[in-house]
C-alpha cells in the first residue's frame, strides 16, 4: 500500500512511469518503447483504471509474490521440509532490507520483475526443467530484456562448482578493474558505433553514475553471503551438496 500509493516525486522513475499511464488512456494504445508485457499491462490498467495507484500496487503484489515463490523454492531445492516456512519467512525478512528490492519497489519496476522470473528460471535449470526455465526466462524479457544477459550465463549452472566460481571471481575481478568499460571504448573508438556515448550520456541525464560501482559489487554480493549465512541456521546433507 506504502508504494502504491507513493507521491510520484519518490523515485527517479516513478513520475516516468505515470506519464507511460497518461499516455496510454490519452492515445488509447499500447505504450512504444517498452516491453511487450510491461507494455500490454500498462495499457490493460490504463483502461480499466485511472488510479496509478492501482498499477503501482499490481507490480508491487507481483515482485512479491514472486519473491515469496522464491524462497519457497530454493526452500525445496535445499530439502528443508519442515524448516521451509521459517526459512521463506527469513528470506523476504532480509530481502525487504536489502537496498535493491527497496529500489525495484520503486524505481527499476520492470528490472525488479524481471530479475525475480530469472531467479526462478535459474532454479529450473539447475532441476533439470529447461521448458519452465525457458517460459520464465521470455516472460521476464516481456517485461525487461535485460533478463537475456541473465539468462545467456544460465549454462554455467550445468558446469562443476569448481568452474563456477572460478568464472565468478573472474568476471568480479574483471568489473572492479574497470576493464569492461575500456573494453566498451574501445569497441567504440574502432567501430565507430556510439555504444560507450549512448552509456555515458544515459548516465549523466538521470543522475546515475557510470563506471564502476563499488556500492553495487557489496549490494551484490550480499545475497551470496545472506545465502551461506541462512545455510548455517539450515543445514542438511542435501543443501550442504547443493551450496
Known sequence: VTVATRDSSQGTDTQNYVYVLEGARNCDCIPDGFEPAFAALARIFAMVSTSDAIFFG?????????AVKLGWSIAALMDYQEKSAAYVLIFIALLVVFPFF???QINVLRQGVGAFLVALA???IYRRHYWRAIALIALGAGFHYSTLMYAAAMPL???KPT???IVFIG???MYVSGAPEQVIRAISDISG????STVANYGSTVEYRIGVRYDFVVFSLLPLGLTYLLYYFFPNPVSHHRM
Open 58 to 66: 499490481v507490480i508491487s503484489a507481483i515482485q512479491v509474490f514472486a
Open 102 to 104: 527497496v529500489a525495484m
Open 122 to 124: 535459474a532454479i529450473e
Open 157 to 159: 549452472l550445468l558446469v
Open 163 to 165: 568452474v563456477r566460481r
Open 171 to 173: 568476471v568480479l575481478l
Open 193 to 196: 558505433a556510439p555504444l560507450y
